[in-house]
Structure formats: structure tokens, C-alpha cells
């Protein structure tokens, strides 16, 4: 317990000082484009090497944080995160994807992915003052929201049903 609260205290530290160090970009990473880095990131995830992964998923935020490939990248450092079962640096990440308001379906994968996490690790010890888990706790709720939510766009509608049948298939609800 001790161990992830100070794995999800430095997750969030090192959060803070990525943005605060935007403006202060080292030399190696100024120079690359983002879509390089990205593909970089891409890369390594790939090959599943996901710290690798995630620090240039990093990068990629840090280079430009309002772009469509850092939000993607949010989801991804998540992604990482899920795969690796440390559900609660998972949690941490995928609540700050899903309150970014601009990033569009970005925010729905955070929300789909929270509530992802309620059906996997229903058990989580959440801090209800840090996090907005509604969609932790009740994520068959929050599978319909999204799916309204999501209108025409096609790989959000795919992603809330995929996830909506697995949660059905692990709770033998069908």
C-alpha cells in the first residue's frame, strides 16, 4: 500500500515538473519533430519495452501539450500503466485524460479506461478527494454515457463496445 501511494506520489511529481519544465526542453528532444518522438514511442511500446514507452510518450507531451498527439499520448502512458497492472498509476492518469475537455475522444478512451479499471481491480483504494472516480465505480453506467457521448465518432463507439462486452464477459452478465 505504502509502495504504490509513493509510486503514484512521484507519478504525479513528475507530472507537475513536465509541465513546469515545457519552456525548458532539453537540446536531444528540441531537436527531434514531434511526430519522430512520437514514432519513437510507438516503437517501444510495440515492442513492449513500456518505461521506454512512456518516457517518450513524456517527450511528446512536453513538446507541444495541447496537440492531438499528446493526448493520445496521455492515454497511451496509461495504456502502459493497465498493461503493466499498476491499475492505480493507470487510475491517476486516465482521470487527468478524461477532465481535458478539448481533447474529445481522448476523453471518452479516459473515461472508457477508468471504468476499464472498476471492472478489472474493482477494489482499488481511491481517494475520492484526489480523484473523480465516478466512472471507476460504475462503469457499466459509464459505458452508456460515453456511448452517447461519442456520436459519430466510429473507434470510440468501437472501443466503448469492446470494453462494454469484456466487462459483461468477466462479470457473466450476458
Do not use: H
Amino acid at each position: 500500500m505504502l509502495r504504490s501511494s509513493m509510486r503514484l506520489l512521484v507519478w504525479f511529481f513528475w507530472c507537475v515538473a513536465s509541465v513546469l519544465l515545457v519552456g525548458l526542453k532539453s537540446y536531444a528532444i528540441a531537436e527531434l519533430p514531434q511526430t519522430t518522438v512520437l514514432k519513437q514511442a510507438q516503437q517501444a511500446f510495440g515492442e513492449g519495452n513500456f518505461s521506454k514507452a512512456r518516457k517518450y510518450y513524456f517527450d511528446v507531451i512536453n513538446l507541444n501539450p495541447e496537440t492531438s498527439e499528446a493526448f493520445k499520448s496521455l492515454n497511451r502512458i496509461g495504456d502502459t500503466y493497465f498493461i503493466e497492472g499498476d491499475d492505480e498509476a493507470a487510475l491517476a492518469v486516465f482521470d487527468e485524460s478524461s477532465k481535458r475537455e478539448s481533447a474529445g475522444g481522448e476523453a471518452l478512451y479516459g473515461k472508457i479506461r477508468l471504468a476499464d479499471i472498476g471492472v478489472r481491480n474493482p477494489a482499488l483504494p481511491t481517494r475520492d478527494i484526489i480523484f473523480d472516480v465516478e466512472s471507476y465505480f460504475n462503469p457499466f453506467k459509464t459505458y452508456e454515457e460515453v456511448l452517447k457521448e461519442a456520436g459519430d465518432d466510429q473507434e470510440v463507439v468501437a472501443q466503448v463496445l469492446l470494453s462494454r462486452g469484456i466487462a459483461f464477459l468477466r462479470g457473466q452478465q450476458y
